[in-house]
């Protein structure tokens, strides 16, 4: 046997790994992954691969790990700020004034400390929103999780603004991302804060790139209000106009569609970006979920920035979700704990083009493992309503993305000097 | 030095203990803890007590630990069953047959688990509403908690049934509870359970023994219709006519309150037990914090039983309460974090009568410590606010109650015999 077969033998064993008695679907099996895939579900007692890496899974059960579809990672430095305050208070006096002492280095911190939380609380993939999106890509890359990070075009209607923003979103859009598991997006923030000229040119990026596109949308009722006053027309409808819905837009918030808005999002494939806690916390509205998911609205859950929410967890996200959807229901079967966890694993997943989300052969091996005797996971009666209504980080041992492990029994790679260097930052931020 | 003397002194001594470098008050801190009580704090450099146990608390903050005022503590078995069904099918298909099959040891083993969830989540006092109380007793007695333990007449108008759970009441609150940990409390289920003889009986029983009374009033529209029509008046009208309110009184639920209730409540000094997750799953409605609040009503938080909740954890309680508290109201300082905390810890205690859930010299040693690394509490802007809105059970280390140390870090005594006991009891109960 030659020298290069041994190594690319060695190459290829590196890349499998086995699950070994891991609990899925009501039985124990062994589970093999390799090259980034759930490659083989099997009996426990099936003896495949025996040249894999064999990770015992006893007492744990497999997952599919979550996908928040709207944040502001970096956001983190602003966590417990200003609580209670009124906006513009809050806006400029703890706001504005840390964020523009930011610079790449610190959101480069940021970036990592907010990666962490998330691979802390089961979460591998999530849509970004913020500045310097250059550090978000960097910090993604060398943790091991997924991203789709946009650049959103923000112009206040300066045309001077138009152009840069046009020309910074071009720069962002047209380098290849360092690997298949970030996305870079395009798009405007919101209605009310991009001219019609900077949707257009965003709308031409987009399509030439490929990319998709993000956007806030009708998060407000004065969002709606002042939409109709300027436009005659409400958010979503403009949206459709200038030609910004398809099946690769993703709407953050959604809170105030009307009956012809939800049918435009139906028949575009339009994602929702169902931000329920950040929409309690500022006190935007409810958003029906029963009626949009009834209406065939593809719903994908986020968390919106820390600093109104003020977490990072899919698992609070998705139990204020089904919580939500309830209370504002009089349908006990509203906010079914299926659709609830669909949204927040493989639906959010699909927003961006990924096969993953799901524990099936073929799939993307992004998942968890949990400990079955965590007492938040006891009883079994039903797994995925503990996930939304009792469990937390504590049941977590395991995460993987794309095939690597990137949290093992608790432990995160390099979580210490993650920790410091947001400590770090945070100082510099000020206090 | 006689014998005697140094017996006493070693005992003294065992009982003291010193936490040494702890966080609180922004600032590190010398805590000393003896007979039960947060007896000095003092600056970190201040070498006291020589002879207490010391435990290094260096990166770790104390908090009071929470006070549930509403729960059903030994419903654990039916966790995530029958979710997402229409009441009366759960009831019937799910609840009900099961809860035929409960014996004392099963509610035993059930409580023990409840109680072991609630330790894990920082919580060191709760009030319960359930069967076999005398089975809730002996787990709280001997696992260190403190509770409230309420036997409730509940006679559908049954004339025997009033006589026979009169009876058991008074066998129930005759016998003293083993420690001041334990308060027995009377009362009635609720004015739709119980008749008006019912609620006489158990007004005169609570009066004989001093015992603090619970009910269930006002959680949602139909039982407020249901009493007009039947009595002419809402239920907290209609309680405070039958003598039930109080300042001993805790009345759980109470969404829907007029304005003439709402002054009863205050002017009676009538506690309220907020459930604000349990309200959005029913969809029983939202109560209106802030008005409540305003209005000088006694705030406090209860997670419910967790068939309708699911998760005993007070922080995720608190922030939905928050959630809740602002997403009905246009003002940003309404469901404030201070106001949140308080009622989810000294204001629970308070409600039965201990002075605990504050870190102050004087009060009772009941206190969490927290890992101030933990991404989940940074950054430290706001340790409250980290707290209500993103904290988890895997930021606390350590539970005393009582001034024992009933978690250390992360242990909690007996906890896998507790858990293998609650598993078995789940198999009798059937899946």
Not at 61 to 89: V, Y
Request: charged share 25%.
């Amino acid at each position: 046997m030659s020298a290069l077969i041994l190594v690319y033998d060695k190459i290829k064993d590196e890349m499998k790994m086995l699950l070994k008695n891991v609990f899925h679907n009501g039985k124990e099996r062994n589970i093999t992954i390799a090259e980034g895939k759930i490659a083989k579900i099997d009996l426990a007692d099936n003896d495949n691969d025996k040249n894999a890496e064999v990770i015992d899974c006893r007492g744990k059960a497999i997952l599919p790990s979550f996908a928040n579809t709207h944040t502001h990672a970096s956001m983190m430095f602003l966590r417990g700020i200003g609580e209670d305050k009124e906006l513009f208070a809050w806006l400029n006096e703890d706001v504005w004034p840390r964020e523009k002492k930011l610079n790449p280095e610190l959101v480069y911190a940021m970036s990592r400390f907010a990666v962490l939380e998330m691979i802390k609380t089961g979460t591998t993939f999530f849509s970004d929103m913020y500045f310097y999106v250059d550090e978000t890509v960097r910090a993604v890359q060398e943790m091991g999780v997924r991203a789709a990070i946009s650049y959103v075009g923000m112009d206040f209607s300066d045309k001077d603004k138009t152009r840069s923003e046009t020309e910074a979103m071009e720069r962002f859009l047209a380098v290849k991302p360092p690997s298949e598991r970030i996305v870079k997006v395009g798009g405007c923030h919101s209605v009310y804060t991009a001219s019609e000229a900077m949707f257009a040119a965003a709308k031409e990026l987009c399509e030439k790139y490929g990319a998709y596109i993000h956007i806030h949308a009708s998060e407000t009722e004065k969002e709606v209000a002042d939409c109709l006053k300027e436009f005659g027309c409400r958010p979503v409808e403009l949206l459709y106009k200038r030609g910004m819905l398809g099946k690769k837009t993703v709407l953050a918030h959604c809170v105030h569609l009307s009956y012809d808005e939800i049918k435009i999002m139906a028949d575009t494939g339009t994602v929702v970006a169902h931000c329920p806690a950040s929409n309690m916390k500022l006190n935007s509205g409810r958003m029906p979920w029963q009626k949009y998911l009834d209406a065939g609205l593809r719903l994908t859950i986020g968390t919106d920035g820390v600093s109104s929410n003020n977490s990072l967890s899919m698992m609070t996200e998705m139990k204020i979700a089904a919580l939500s959807a309830k209370s504002i229901s009089n349908d006990f079967a509203a906010g079914r704990t299926t659709d609830i966890f669909k949204a927040a694993t493989a639906n959010g997943f699909a927003a961006f083009g990924y096969n993953a989300g799901k524990i099936e052969e073929g799939a993307a091996a992004d998942f968890i493992l949990v400990d079955m005797r965590n007492p938040l996971l006891m009883p079994n009666h039903n797994m995925v309503s503990n996930m939304i209504y009792s469990a937390d980080s504590s049941c977590i041992t395991d995460v993987f993305c794309d095939g690597k492990r990137l949290m093992a029994d608790g432990h995160v790679k390099d979580e210490e000097e993650i920790i410091s260097g947001f400590a770090k930052a945070v100082t510099i931020l000020g206090a």
